[in-house]
């Protein structure tokens, strides 16, 4: 499976921002829909977090607390891409976004999807 991700630039707190990630690559009479996602990110110095994840039909999402009210993580299978749409950003929001696929979500958990495929990267630059 092969994840492109996009969408990412230089904002100014407050204001917004969409992600997309676009999927291709399974294997043949499967769907983007057998696959969970998720939106993950990567600060200078820092160590890749979970940001939000979405079940393979997306009828259940999950976030980290300090996104949730501001972030939200989408789907259209149709279109084989997931977006996480980035409301009031602030300045710790600045990092390189990833966007992650795998076959299972594992409800109830802290972190849902731990990804098997990943997509290459976006950077966030949000100014203050």
């Known amino acids: 499976v092969q994840l492109q991700a996009s969408g990412g630039g230089l904002v100014q707190a407050g204001e917004s921002l969409r992600l997309s990630c676009a999927a291709s690559?399974?294997?043949?009479?499967?769907?983007?829909?057998?696959?969970?996602a998720g939106w993950f990110r990567q600060a200078p110095g820092k160590e890749r977090e979970f940001v939000a994840a979405?079940?393979?039909?997306?009828?259940?999402?999950h976030y980290v607390d300090f996104v949730k009210g501001r972030f939200t993580i989408s789907r259209d299978n149709a279109r084989n891409t997931v977006f996480l749409q980035m409301n009031s950003v602030k300045a710790e929001d600045t990092a390189v976004y990833f966007c992650?696929?795998?076959?299972?979500?594992?409800?109830?958990?802290?972190?849902?999807?731990?990804?098997?495929?990943w997509g290459q990267g976006t950077q966030v630059t949000v100014s203050s």
């Open positions: 992650g696929a795998g076959l299972s979500y594992y409800t109830g958990t802290s972190q849902p999807v731990r990804p098997s495929y």
């Open positions: 690559g399974w294997p043949s009479g499967w769907t983007f829909s057998r696959y969970a």
């Open positions: 979405i079940t393979g039909n997306g009828a259940i999402t």
